[in-house]
């Protein structure tokens, strides 16, 4: 809900892009199995590194960890800079992303998460989906870098 508060880079409004569904599809079919690799890798150390056989655990984990990277991927891909450092999403935006993380990581230890399913998960999980992310965000920082060397174009 804090989206529409984001700022936007100087230079998208002063040539604002039209939606074009070609530059979409491009988009998608270039950082999407990026994107894939990283929950491909997550799905793989959790079933052969950590043996992660329990359905409850498993679910859990992925839950906590696709809030994670799907929050902070935002941030990657709402700018063609380099975000927190180059561009910065609005504080709004900021304040709900680690809201909502902090709520996906302790909702599984809340009567809530039980009701639904969810269970408490170690530590080591929560390592692993931190740094599965921060591996996310370089190498889609670089992805993205390729992308508009490529293309001459961010989304």
Known sequence: MTIPFDNV???????????DIKSLKRFMLFMGPVSS?????????????????????FQTIW????IVSNLVGMHIIRTAKLPFIQSNAHKAVYISS?????VG?????????????????AGKYIWLIF???????????????IYIKKYKEWI
């Open 63 to 66: 839950f906590t960890y696709s």
């Open 98 to 102: 680690i809201l909502l993380i902090a």
């Open 131 to 145: 740094g599965v992310t921060f591996l996310y965000c370089i190498i889609a920082s670089f992805a993205k870098k």
């Open 9 to 19: 880079d100087k230079e998208s409004l002063e040539k604002p892009k039209k939606l």
């Open 105 to 121: 990581i302790l909702v599984p230890f809340t009567p809530l998460g039980n009701a639904i399913g969810l269970v408490p998960i």
């Open 37 to 57: 690799l990283f929950d491909l890798i997550v799905f793989l150390s959790l079933w052969f590194v950590f043996f992660v056989r329990d359905v409850a655990h």
